[in-house]
C-alpha cells in the first residue's frame, strides 16, 4: 500500500425532509402535528441527518400557494424546538419574511427553491443575518412550473441559469462562502431533463459551488421503475432508487443530497467514503 496525501473529502451534508404541510407529495400531512414534527426531525437527526430541512408550503406540481402568515405558523414554532435541541435546520421558503422569521427561530440555512427569483427581499435577508443560503434553479411557481420546462440544452442552460442567480445573489452583499446551489430536478424539467442533469452533476460542481442534489421519491424515478403495464412506482416505493442516485451524486462531487430516507442515505455514505478511503489508500 502506498500511503496518499490527498486529504478525506468533507462527508457529504444529508439534508432530512421535514415537510410540515398537508399536500406535500410524498409525506403531506404526516408530520402537521407539532410533536410529531419536532419527533421526526429528532430521528432524522438520531439517523444520521446533519440539516434538518423544514418547510411549510407544498412545491410539489401544480400545487397552489398558501399565504406567508399560513408558512409561519407551520413551521416557526418546529424550528425553534429543533433548533433549542442542538439541531441544524435549514427552512424551506421561498418568501424572505418566513425565512426572517424562521432564522429567528433558530434556523441556520435558506433553502429558497426559486433561487431568490421570488421575493427580492430574500438576498437582503440572507446577506443581513449570514445564514447558508441554498439557491435552486427555477422557472415559476409550482402551479405553473411544468409549462417553462424547454431549454435549448438543459445542461447549459440551468448552469447558465444558475450562475445568473449566483451573480445576483454576489452582488446583493451576500458572501459567496454561504451559497450552495441546486439544478432543480423536477422543477420546471421532464425526465430527461433530470437523468441530463444528474449524469452531468460534475458539471455544475465545476463551477466552484457546493451542490445540492434532491432527487428523492421524485416521480422520474417512479416512471423508471414503471410495472410492465406502465404503472408507475408508487411514492414510497422508490427509496432503493433514491439512494442509487444519492451514491451517484456522491460520486460527482456534490456537497449533500436532500432525501426522505436518511437512514438508509446514512448507511450509503458510511459505504461510499469507506470506499474512497481506500482509494486514497492507493492499493
Given amino acids: 500500500m502506498t500511503a496518499s496525501h490527498e ?78 435541541r442542538g439541531l441544524t435546520v435549514s427552512i424551506d421558503t421561498t418568501r424572505a419574511e418566513v425565512a426572517a422569521a424562521a432564522i429567528g427561530a433558530g434556523a441556520g440555512v435558506v433553502n429558497d427553491v426559486s433561487g431568490g427569483l421570488a ?12 445564514v447558508r443560503w441554498i439557491l435552486m434553479h427555477w422557472r415559476g411557481h409550482s402551479r405553473d412550473m411544468q ?32 451559497l450552495v446551489i441546486d439544478p432543480g430536478l423536477g422543477f420546471a424539467k421532464t425526465a430527461d431533463h433530470n437523468w441530463r442533469l444528474s449524469a452531468h452533476l ?31 412506482r408508487p411514492v414510497g416505493q422508490r427509496e432503493a432508487a433514491t439512494l442509487a442516485t444519492s451514491v451517484l451524486a456522491f460520486e460527482a462531487g456534490a456537497w449533500g443530497v436532500r432525501v426522505h430516507d436518511v437512514a438508509g442515505t446514512a448507511d450509503a455514505r458510511a459505504v461510499w467514503l469507506a470506499t474512497a478511503a481506500v482509494r486514497r489508500a492507493r492499493l
Avoid at 417553462?148 to 442552460?157: E, F, N, P, Q, R
Fill in 119 to 130: 421575493d427580492p427581499d430574500m438576498a437582503r435577508v440572507v446577506a443581513d443575518t449570514g
Fill in 7 to 84: 486529504p478525506a473529502p468533507a462527508p457529504p451534508q444529508i439534508v432530512g425532509i421535514l415537510n410540515v404541510t398537508p399536500d406535500s407529495f410524498s409525506d403531506g400531512g404526516r408530520y402537521l402535528d407539532f410533536a410529531d414534527a419536532v419527533g421526526h426531525g429528532e430521528q432524522m437527526a438520531a439517523e444520521g441527518a446533519d440539516i434538518i430541512d423544514v418547510g411549510g408550503e407544498s412545491t410539489r406540481p401544480g400545487a397552489e400557494r398558501v399565504d406567508a402568515a399560513t408558512e409561519i405558523s407551520r413551521v416557526v414554532d418546529v424550528v425553534a424546538a429543533l433548533a433549542e
Fill in 202 to 232: 460534475h458539471e455544475f460542481v465545476e463551477l466552484g459551488y457546493p451542490v445540492l442534489f434532491a432527487s428523492s421519491r421524485k416521480s422520474y424515478l417512479g416512471s423508471l421503475l414503471a410495472d410492465d403495464s406502465g404503472k408507475v
Fill in 147 to 178: 409549462r417553462l420546462a424547454h431549454y435549448d440544452s438543459v445542461v447549459a442552460d440551468v448552469k447558465a441559469e444558475l450562475e445568473d442567480r449566483v451573480e445576483a445573489a454576489l452582488e446583493s452583499g451576500v458572501d459567496a462562502s454561504k
